[in-house]
């Protein structure tokens, strides 16, 4: 069968194009995407081409398929896996394989597999591994989204703290404790605030801060402090950009005892640095950020490091379980990944949106597969309704679920705009 699909060629060489896929085997499965998030990696991998780990020697003329956080639903089930899944089922994947100890993944290393494509082939790989999730929500949307979301839990999951006098590391945040959250109004920040309020483990407080006083408001009306009070938590949105002492008056806020874990959302040494300085006794700092300087270093505090004892460390990506986790909570309701979402748009301007993404502002960009649509953010839903009326009906549905995009929005486009 034909689909199309943006592939990688090269170096800043991305092309949307159609195809013929091959007949799947009995360890395979075919699939139809529906939904992929662009994530700042795809396009990290399409400006360096061949010279990115994951993407292969061979690229030029065997093109991979870009995305890795997609969404979608079973065409049709190899002979092997028949007992297992169904014409039907939704799905996610977990991208990160590492299978065998090979750097390959979908959305960077495979000719026939990942998310910028109408349809894919699942290879035995990711069978093997278990990797194959199904999910049981409405909407494709939280699925795709569920590998972002995947990270912030395994974030949440790796921090670690000790017992005096005893070699125990006790993974995950302290409950009840104190967490900040800095440079954290963006998307993933917004992930990590929502599973704060929503975990089975939760912190006392929550101190998120951000220099966009824009960003912070927007946070703010979507996670309120009403809303936190019901999960037992004090939630504190702050803009640093006027703030004399950073440090100081963020301990203020906890009574100056320090904070038990500390989260680094944006790759920026000030940051690093004030994440330092908060951490209170047997504090863990992570820094999420992922930095594409090599050289970027920060000053810790070493006598507290030895004394306190603070602890200093960082994650990447989530496993699996995270991954199973974030799908179970979204499908119960306790997660909404939609806060992260701020641009929908179609296969036809997924090219576009990878390459220019650094410079789009707002949150994750959501393209639809089946569909051909300009990218467009959720605001602007409403001007381009005055003259196609299918804009406005969305607008509508958006505004009725507090300018966010949901399973009903979804619906709508997928009825509607669908080639």
């Known amino acids: ?27 395979e499965i075919l699939a139809r995407i529906v939904s992929n998030s662009i994530c700042m990696s795809t396009y990290k991998a399409v400006i360096q081409g061949a010279r990115h780990k994951r993407v292969p020697d061979d690229v030029a003329e065997n093109p991979t398929i870009t995305g890795h956080e997609f969404a979608g639903e079973i065409i049709k089930v ?26 390959y993944a979908p959305g960077y290393s495979y000719k026939y597999f990942g998310g910028n494509t109408e349809y894919t082939i699942i290879p035995q790989e990711v069978m093997e591994l278990g990797y194959l999730l199904k999910y049981e929500g409405e ?52 992930g990590a605030v929502d599973y704060a309020l929503h975990a089975e483990r939760r912190p006392s407080v929550v101190v998120v801060t951000d220099i966009n006083q824009e960003r912070l408001d927007r946070a703010a009306s979507l996670f309120t402090q009403e809303e936190a009070k019901k999960q037992g938590v004090e939630l504190h949105f ?27 959302y944006a790759p920026v040494r000030e940051l690093a640095e004030q994440g330092d300085q908060i951490l209170g006794k047997d504090g863990c700092m992570n820094f999420f950020a992922g930095p ?30 995270d991954m199973r986790e ?32 650094p410079g789009i502002p707002g949150g994750k960009k959501l ?26 009906d969305l607008a509508e549905i958006i505004a009725k679920n507090n300018g966010l995009w949901s399973a ?3 619906k709508y486009l997928l009825e509607n705009f669908t080639k």
């Open 367 to 392: 393209i639809y597969t089946s569909i051909d649509m300009e990218l467009t953010a959720l605001d602007d839903f409403t001007k381009k309704g005055e003259e196609d009326p299918r804009y406005a």
């Open 292 to 321: 594409s300087d090599k050289e970027l270093s920060a000053e810790f505090n070493l006598y507290n490091i030895h004394y306190s004892p603070t602890h200093i460390m960082g994650s990447t990506g989530g496993n699996d379980d």
């Open 326 to 357: 974030s799908l179970k909570m979204s499908a119960e309701g306790k997660l909404n990944p939609a806060t992260m979402i701020t641009h929908i748009g179609g296969l036809d301007s997924a090219a576009d949106t990878i390459q220019n993404l």
């Open 139 to 190: 909407g494709f949307y939280e699925a795709s989204l569920s590998e972002p979301m995947s990270c912030i839990l395994g974030g949440y999951h790796a921090v670690y703290h000790t017992e005096s006098n005893n070699y125990i590391h006790k993974m995950g945040i302290v409950e009840g404790g104190k967490l900040a959250l800095l440079g954290a109004a963006g998307p993933m920040g917004l």
């Open 408 to 410: 009903e929005a979804e």
């Open 1 to 27: 069968m034909k689909t199309r699909a943006v592939r990688i060629y090269g170096e800043n060489d991305l092309r949307m194009e159609e195809f013929e896929l091959p007949e799947i085997k009995d360890d």
């Open 238 to 264: 702050v803009n640093t950009a006027e703030m004399e002492d950073v440090p100081k008056e963020l301990n203020d806020l906890v009574g100056g005892e320090g904070y038990d874990d500390v989260f680094v």
């Open 78 to 103: 190899g002979k092997k896996w028949q007992e297992q899944f169904k014409p039907g089922d939704k799905f996610a994947v977990q991208p990160a394989l590492n299978y065998k100890g090979s750097p």
